[in-house]
Structure formats: structure tokens, C-alpha cells
């Protein structure tokens, strides 16, 4: 069957729906399955279009704009289905949302083949899995090394100079290389711009770092999609024509590839300077402006649906919003306590301000919105910082979260982490957090409750009624915090945290500066499995300056904030010198040996002279 012909079939009309399993939502259709994410049990009642469920497209637009919804395709989707089925219901994969890249695989290595048909002047066959060979899965993964290729980044990303980069300005460039489809997409991945990086107000610092690998792909990418693959074959047995690679032939495949793939990128560990910017700067908000803030807020919002909503129609106020809410915020008055925001637009800003080219204008004028936005992100921090919780455990916080045990009268956040079963929902843990950490989250949850009544979690979208802030908004308001309250610059960068930087630095900072070195309360308080896990987190090998700079921070925050003098022991400066010239910090057996003596011998105190000077001691 050649192009011309293939491109005259129409997409099936739509059959009766097959019965599918119930962890697949049943408004689920031929073409594309909601499946929920991990957390998530299945309701027919509930909206799939949200944040909790991910969709599984089964139209894949293909090289020649073609698209795998054709009926020609029928054989390769149906086995495709099969395949995804048997694979959570033999938990050979434990997670529905993980079809998502399974079948994504499928569809670039069947994309592969086809063009590879096509560009060596072959019958562009309609591919099945059958049809996929050992040297089709060898061209599809050396086609991710862009050097192996030929493809120089640097180049491209000259000729493309300092225009806006994105499908429509880099696909030109790249369409007469004749390489196959999945390095195209790397490249368009690799050159088009990161809309979250536009609006920052300096380079990212471990952003930076990583330039040097910019022609390179992390392993993992290619043994994620390699262990897609091998999931293929296991499942074969319900393939009516079935993939024949086996998996020891696909691992000697990346075996036998040249190394020029770079190692996963440990989450950064962010330095102390900067991580206590953070976490005090959020806890300033949360005591000196957070009250202040709910208070204006309630009186703002009464004031607009009594005299704006109480007193003209729908229609008027959709035209003449942005005057109303003019008019509401000139009438109530700013309290002293916030006055120096230079809060500006009561709501969302529009016209007021205009769009963000840069974060540092929110400086100068920020709206209600964004601060109830700077509300919801500094809760985040606080929340990884006392918890050390996952990104998923703390984006499924509810209103209930919080409780009082009654076993030892300590203060709890209930979590949801992954079990070690097949099951895909979450284990529920209680974690203790400081009660000041405690009362912070209980007044958030309270003005978000009342603004958002039957939210589903704590972290309610203003824009999207009945919706959740996703994680890609998170992470646009945690970069428009980091400017805003200006985190220290390093040679022109500035350090924008991400949630889960936060759950590491709690491991390193607990591990190595808690006077102890045991690994079960860390390990047990991180929610892992294996210890080794807690290790890899806790590992401060890269930054042997870490440790001595947590004491250098405590002396400047000490005499910053508690305005006395700060006498440090000399001794303890000694043995803080010792330990970096003498131990390898990656080295946790000797680490912990040497901790652990120190640990036996000296007690780091503080202590309060005449009111008047901090002296930091080590006490034998």
C-alpha cells in the first residue's frame, strides 16, 4: 500500500466500545483511555478532564503527517490495547499512569520503521508489531544519539539565534537532515525555549551546570524506553501478530552502545544560604503578612458581591470587570502591614499591568491572585521542608490532613506514599511537623476552604473553578517567588528551587547535622523502602563544603536575626576543618564513623551569655 493510497482511508467509524477493565474511566472511547494517576481511585461520576487522570491517545500523528487513527493502523492499536492490559493486570507494571510512555514507545519505534520503509524507497508497509526486527530496535535507540547522528546542538542553536523557539520556527531548520523522526523531536526538544525559563529574572545556577551535557540524552531516557519494549515481548501472548524481540537482545543493544549517554541527574542539593532564604522568607510570609493578607482578602470579596454583584447583572459586570474591581480595591484600604507590596489589582491581573516579561515586576506590582499564589507555594516549601514529603504526596493534601496523635500528643500531617505492593493506590502515613509548621498549614487550608468550599485537595485553582493548581503552575509561581524575594545571586544565576530540592535538603541536613547518624529515622521519615535510597539522598559527596558552610550560615543568622554577638568555639572550627580535609563525605562508612565518634564526644550547644552574646560550643 503506498501514501497516496493510505492518505485516501478515513479513521473507522465509531464501534461499540470493548468492555474495559474498571481502573480505566468508563468515558474512556476507541481512540483515547483515561487512566488514574497513582492516588487515584476510578469514579465513573468524576470528570476525567482533571488532574488526577491521564489520557492515553491512541492517535499518533505519524512522519508523513499521517496518523495512526487510520484504519490501516487497526491491527498494530488493537495488539497495542492488548498489551497495555495485560500489563497492569499481570502487574508486570504496577501503575496505570505508566502506560502513558509504554504506549508512547510503541507508537515512535512503529513511526521509526515506517519512515525508515519510506526513506530507503521500500513499500511503506503498514507496520505490526510482528514487523518490528532486532535491527529496527538498534537504528530506533542509536537514533537518540545526537552525536552518533551528527547532529551538533550548538550549531543549530547558532543559526536559530535569539528568535522564539518552537515547533513552528525549529521544524524548518530540521526538515532536509533526513534522520529519523524520534532524533527530530530530541532536537525540537533539546533547541525550543522553556516557557517557565522566560519570565525569570536570571539564569538558573544548576541550570547552568548542565549546559555541558546539552548534546546528550540521560541513560534513563533510553532505559525507560528499553524496559517499554521488553514489556512488549512479555506480553505477546495476547498479540494477535506479536513483537519477537526478546529482552536480553534489547539489553545487549544498549549494552553494546557507545557511552555517550549521561548518567541521571541527582536532584541538586541546594546550598544552606539559599535553602534558608527560602524556608525563612516562607515563614515570614506565613506569620507577618499571611493574617494580613486573609483579612484584606475576605473584605475585598465582601465588599465586590455586595455592592458589585448584589447590584448589577451578569452581563454588566463580564464588561466592565476590570472597572468594578478598580473600584473595589480603591474602597478598601490596604492594611499598614502590606502597604509596602505595592498591591495594585484587586484579582487576576489583565489590563492593569499587562502580561509578565519579567518576574522582578511583581516587586513593583503584584495583584491579589498572585499573593494568594505566594500563599499556596510557601505552604508547599514549608510542607517539604518539616515533612520531607514527596511532590505526589503533597499535591493529594486535603482539607483532613492534619491531625493530633493520640498516641504521643504530637503534631501530624497525613500523607499518601506509594506502597510497596501492585496496588496503585497510596499507603496513608503521619509524619510530625513542628506545631508553628502545624498552625501555618491549618490557617491556609481554612482561607482556601472558605473560598473554594468542597475543594478536592488544598491547592484549589482561582482561575479554574472546580480544578487544582498542576504541578507546571507550581512551578511557574515558586520561580516568580524566588524572584520576588530576591534569593541570592551566584555570579549573576539565581538558585529556582523546585519542590522536591526541598525534600533533599532535609535528608542531607538531618543526616549530617543532627548529631547523629543513624539512617532508620531519616529513612523511616523519608518513606523509603531500602536504606540505600536515603543514602543516595543524603549523599553530600559533590559539596564538601556543605557542611561547614550550615555552621557559617547559623552564625550570620544568628547575629542577623537575634541581634547579640556570636562567639563560635574554636575547637569545634578545628574539628569542622578536620573532617573536610580528612573524610571523603561520599564515603557514608567512614562518615559515619567519624560522626558517630564525634558524636560520642562532643555535644553542639548553644548558649545565651548575659543576655547580650550567642557562644556556640562543642562540650565533651
Known sequence: ?????????????????????????????????YVPKTGTSVSASVDPNTRHYVKISFDYKLFDESSTADLVWNLFIRDLKSSAIALIESSKSKRPNALVSFVRTAFEIADHVYEARARSSNAPKIVTLADITLDDVKTFLEAHDLTFMGINIAKLNSELGSASRGLTTIAPLISNMGIPPITKKIIIQKLKNNKLDICREFACTYA??????????SICTLQNKCTNLAYLHSTKEQQSHPFEVGAHEISDILNNMPGRFIEKNQTPLMPTNVAFHYISNAIIFHRDYAPHIREYIKKLDDHY????????????????????????????????????????????????RGGINCNSILREHISTDELIGFYAITTR????????????????????????????????????????????????????????????????????EDRHPG???????????????????????????????????????????????????????????????????????????????TLYYADISNQPEWERDTLEFLIDFLEGHVGKDVLVDEELLDVFSKCEREIKLGDHTLLSEHLQELANHHDIKLKIMNNQKIFIYASR
Not at 463 to 471: I, P
Request: proline content about 6%; some cysteine; glycine content about 4%.
Open 208 to 217: 547552568e551546570k548542565e549546559e555541558d551535557d546539552k548534546d546528550s540524552l
Open 381 to 448: 516549601i514549608l510542607i517539604h521542608t518539616f515533612s520531607a514529603c514527596r511532590v505526589l504526596s503533597a499535591s493529594l493534601l486535603d482539607a483532613n490532613c492534619l491531625t493530633i496523635s493520640k498516641l504521643d500528643g504530637l503534631w501530624d500531617l497525613k500523607l499518601k506514599i506509594p506502597k510497596a505492593s501492585n496496588s496503585y493506590e497510596l499507603e496513608i502515613i503521619k509524619r510530625p511537623i513542628p506545631k508553628v509548621i502545624w498552625d501555618f498549614i491549618y490557617e491556609y487550608i481554612e482561607f482556601m
Open 1 to 33: 500500500m503506498n501514501n497516496e493510497k493510505s492518505q485516501k482511508i478515513t479513521p473507522s467509524p465509531p464501534s461499540s466500545q470493548a468492555v474495559l477493565p474498571n481502573w480505566i474511566h468508563p468515558a474512556s472511547t476507541n481512540r483515547e483511555w
Open 305 to 352: 458581591n455586595k455592592e458589585i454583584i448584589g447590584r448589577y447583572a451578569a452581563s454588566t459586570i463580564k464588561s466592565n470587570v476590570h472597572t468594578f474591581k478598580k473600584q473595589t480595591l480603591e474602597a478598601v484600604p490596604i492594611p499598614k502591614a502590606l502597604q509596602h507590596l505595592n498591591i495594585k489589582t484587586y484579582g487576576k491581573c489583565g489590563r492593569t
Open 455 to 533: 475543594m478536592t485537595s488544598i491547592w484549589p485553582s482561582g482561575a479554574q473553578k472546580g480544578k487544582d493548581r498542576n504541578e507546571t503552575t507550581f512551578r511557574k509561581i515558586l520561580d516568580q517567588y524566588s524572584d520576588w524575594i530576591q534569593t541570592p545571586t551566584t555570579d549573576e544565576t539565581r538558585w529556582y528551587a523546585r519542590p522536591h530540592q526541598f525534600r533533599r535538603f532535609f535528608a542531607a541536613f538531618f543526616f549530617y547535622l543532627s548529631g547523629s547518624t543513624e539512617i532508620e529515622p531519616l529513612r523511616w521519615m523519608m518513606g523509603h523502602i531500602e536504606p540505600n535510597v
